[in-house]
């Protein structure tokens, strides 16, 4: 799923590419994709683009008299900007909007369909849409903790919680309790406070790294190669590969269509996480620590 880093470069560079621009025509090819009824779809049409939002990991593009066009990416959803209006479609376009001078194609791969389309009119509207977490990069320190200690949850949980902190997942979530070296599995109440401290740090630096290095990477071009898996994280998708701090194995907890990586030796003093299916499976030969 794209998540802030990713969303903020969406953000950018359809700041740049339709702020201030007409939008001449929606086109929906997959009618699940849209949400809501009242304001038909219709009503989009021939108003200008005022701003691009994130609300979280979605995107709010703000037309004329305060109308808004919500898009959730959710895992499989992404945005291509085509200088040219497409002449065909292939069977993952699930909608485009259309400028004078190119158009934005909304694609879906897979076989779920999970990404939305919402049309709200006015800001208490839209703000039904926003999960209401504290902004990572924008809040204080005291803000971040109050957040994380709303409710009593896992690191990886909390992280990942739209309620409590914007626009994180499971790929950020990961590289950044790795940088905090922190259990994905400790509990947000037990938390010491220089754990908390480490934690806001290490959200902050993460993020913001992550911002710049793909705003480098895109080169002021249109976001192409937008992946929960990137060639520089240092555990997230790296199952088996050695940690780039201390060389151990980096480890996973796998749950249903989740997994969780994360080194043993940095984050959790050398001991394996169980698993919630292998290690059942293994039960007394699951392995406890590293050595092991």
Known sequence: MPELPDITLYVERLNERVVGRRLDRVRVM???????????????EARRV??????????AIGLEDELWLVVHLMIAGRLHWDNERPQKYGRNDFATFDFARGSLRLT????RK???LHIAQG???LAAHDPGGTEPLECTFDAFCAALERENHTLKRALT??????GIGNAYSDEILHAARLSPVLQTKRLSTSQKQALFDATRSVLASWCDRLRTESRQEFPRKVTAFRPGMAVHGRYGK?????GAAVQRIRYRDHETNYCAVCQNGGRILADRSLSRLLKDDWPRNIED
Do not use: M, N, Q, Y
């Open 161 to 166: 919680s739209p309620r409590l902190i914007s």
């Open 114 to 116: 999970r990404a939305s």
């Open 123 to 125: 800001s208490t509207a």
């Open 242 to 246: 050695p940690c780039p701090a201390c």
């Open 50 to 59: 005022e701003c691009i939002r994130r609300l979280g990991k979605r995107i």
């Open 30 to 44: 997959k009618p699940f994709l849209l949400r809501t009824v009242d304001p038909p779809l219709e009503s989009a």
């Open 108 to 111: 879906e791969a897979g076989t």
